[in-house]
């Protein structure tokens, strides 16, 4: 069949994705150069600032360089600050939570911890009292000998 006995509107479906494709290049085309063109004038800005700036950041650096290492000591030490009052608030919320029965996370491991810490207390309370009947045992032996 050839291009003669076909339909002209089948002939525009058909060159259509081609026609829109090259519309889609073309528009992204333009949107890219322009962007490239923006980011070109970016730069030149940034460089020609950067000219202008550079004897004033020289002249001003003894002061700038300190003033900037104490600006950012402060700005760690707010941050670090600001850190450890979270953490408390959270210790202090999980506390509560605890103490008030809702069962936080990690109350399991810290009941096991505290029956583990008692049965040790009660351990070496046991340990301590025997070692103490052995001493007395042995200083009341120590002074019979000795006395007889």
Known sequence: MSDHSKPTTQK???????????LRFLAAAAIGAGLLFLS???LTGTVMSLVIATPVLV??????????????????GF???GGCCVAALMALSWMYNYLAGKHPMGADQVDYARMRIGDKA??????????GQY?????????????S
């Open 12 to 22: 525009l479906h058909e060159s259509a994705p081609a026609s829109r494709q090259a």
């Open 40 to 42: 070109g004038l970016t």
């Open 59 to 76: 002249l001003f650096s003894p002061v700038l360089i300190p003033a900037g290492i104490l600006t950012l000591l402060a700005a760690a």
């Open 79 to 81: 941050l670090f600050s």
């Open 122 to 131: 009660r351990d070496m309370r046991e340990r301590a009292r025997e070692y």
């Open 135 to 147: 001493v007395q045992h042995k200083a009341h032996e120590a002074t019979q000998t000795h006395g």
